[in-house]
Nanobody, 116 residues
Framework: QVQLVESGGGLVQAGGSLRLSCKAS????????MGWYRRAAPGKQRELVG????????NYADSVKGRFTITRDNAKNMVYLSMAGLKPEDTAVYYC?????????WGKGTLVTVSA
């Protein structure tokens, strides 16, 4: 069983930066593809922000390309989402995701609020 715990959310002004962290429990982290998703409001669909493969390859949603960066530290079972140039439309609950052999696990999320 994988448990994911996000941290680092908060309130930031437009144009500011934040770094989200996700700590994964268990020994399977190094086999997992990791991703960050967000949900802008209750009832809205959760959308992919970006993902990082086992080998470190990344892909991002068009809306965050050039502003957000995903990294991972396999030795620490950590994945990070560095966000810069934040916009009010980035306001959302951000979720960490792991996918191990097709099985998804989710954290409880961390709220990011970007004020205009």
């Amino acid at each position: 069983q994988v448990q994911l715990v996000e941290s680092g959310g908060g309130l930031v002004q437009a144009g500011g930066s934040l770094r989200l962290s996700c700590k994964a429990s268990g020994n399977s982290f190094r086999f997992a593809s990791m991703g960050w998703y967000r949900r802008a409001a209750p009832g809205k669909q959760r959308e992919l922000v970006g993902a990082i493969s086992l080998g470190g390859d990344t892909n991002y949603a068009d809306s965050v390309k050039g502003r957000f960066t995903i990294t991972r530290d396999n030795a620490k079972n950590m994945v990070y989402l560095s966000m810069a140039g934040l916009k009010p439309e980035d306001t959302a609950v951000y979720y960490c995701n792991s996918n191990i052999y097709g099985v998804n696990h989710w954290g409880k999320g961390t709220l990011v609020t970007v004020s205009a």
